[in-house]
């Protein structure tokens, strides 16, 4: 199974900031990453797929980056609403797997 | 509106069945691939297989042959069935709309979730 690693578990932030979450692949996986944001109690939301592309509907702030076994998602101006926690999934081979996810704190 | 609802017994006894459908609406479930993921109070995030839209599965090694998925496209529903449940399998269970897109290679992404069903294991 391919492991993915998030950097950091947490992060306390404020409105404005700009924030960068790194995701690491135990193998290369090209662009086979997603990202998610999940609030307590609800479902996870895609934001990002195929590392870069943003999907339809999420705010422009969210961008992803990467390739190989490195990954980003940076949030350019932290919203209130971005309290939530990130996941990062390859897609690259089955079983798909996610990270732990990284806690961002507002 | 793409729309996702899981249902099932919200408590299974440990060696039983686990059974989970996912009704969809706002769509037809014959053009997609489906799968379900879970998720374990308080932790991360865990797949468990797919339903590919040609009518192949792929599962999860870690749930030891236990997983079966099927689709029924006269109800537009996507059924789970685990088998030999033990308190392991107390999870959140939700299910997603699978599709492929992106550059420069094609990734598989979940774009449309459940709202989740909450699946305790005990006697």
């Known amino acids: 199974d391919i492991q993915m690693t998030q950097s950091p578990s947490s992060l306390s932030a404020s409105v404005g900031d700009r924030v960068t979450i790194t995701c690491r692949a135990s193998?290369?996986?090209?662009?086979?990453l997603n990202w998610y944001q999940q609030k307590p109690g609800k479902a996870p939301k895609l934001l990002i797929y195929?590392?870069?592309s943003l999907q339809s509907g999420v705010p422009s702030r969210f961008s992803g980056s990467g390739s190989g076994t490195d990954f980003t998602l940076t949030i350019s101006s932290l919203q209130p609403e971005d309290f939530a926690t990130y996941y990062c999934?390859?897609?690259?081979?089955?079983?798909?797997?996610f990270g732990p996810g990284t806690k961002v704190d507002i | 509106q793409v729309l996702l609802q899981e249902s099932g017994p919200g408590l299974v006894k440990p060696s039983e069945t686990l059974s989970l459908t996912c009704t969809v609406s706002?769509?037809?479930?014959?053009?997609?691939?489906w799968s379900w993921i879970r998720q374990s109070p308080g932790k991360g995030l865990e797949w468990i297989g797919i339903?590919?839209?040609?009518?192949?599965?792929n599962y999860n090694p870690s749930l030891n042959s236990r997983v079966t998925m099927s689709v029924d496209t006269s109800k537009n529903q996507f059924s789970l069935k685990l088998t030999s449940v033990t308190a392991s399998d107390t999870a959140v269970y939700y299910c997603?709309?699978?599709?492929?897109?992106?550059?420069?290679?094609?990734?598989?992404?979940?774009?449309?979730w459940g709202q989740g069903t909450l699946v305790s294991v005990s006697s």
């Open positions: 339903f590919y839209y040609s009518g192949s599965t």
């Open positions: 706002g769509g037809s479930i014959s053009s997609y691939s």
């Open positions: 193998q290369s996986i090209s662009n086979y």
């Open positions: 997603a709309r699978v599709r492929r897109g992106g550059k420069p290679y094609l990734a598989y992404y979940f774009d449309y």
């Open positions: 999934q390859q897609t690259y081979s089955t079983p798909f797997t």
């Open positions: 195929a590392a870069s």
